[in-house]
């Protein structure tokens, strides 16, 4: 038997394997897909919704590089000085 080639066998995962492999709510992950920030998924079927394995990991390959570029923003720190009221110590 021969091995089909690598090109042509597409891995697909679905919701929990997802979840495994990038860790963000899965509304984060549908506001990402509707901004074009992430891989987009598709149905198999009308109930089995699937991510591109290939997709997903090219995506935190990528995002890992802007990481390391210093690419990405990260969020700012919260203003302690904005604080309505203090909190209590025990």
């Known amino acids: 038997m021969s091995r089909p080639d690598a ?3 597409r891995r697909t995962i679905r919701r929990h394997q997802l979840r495994e492999i990038v ?3 899965d509304t ?3 506001d990402m897909e509707q901004r074009g920030e992430f891989p987009q998924r598709f149905y198999l079927t009308s109930r089995c919704v699937v991510w591109d394995l290939a997709e997903v990991e090219a995506w935190v390959e990528e995002r890992r590089q802007a990481s390391r570029a210093k690419a990405i923003n990260r969020a700012p720190s919260p203003d302690v000085h904005q604080r309505k009221t203090r ?3 025990h």
């Open 23 to 25: 860790p963000l709510a």
């Open 87 to 89: 909190p209590v110590k």
């Open 7 to 9: 090109a042509l066998t």
């Open 28 to 30: 984060t992950i549908y």
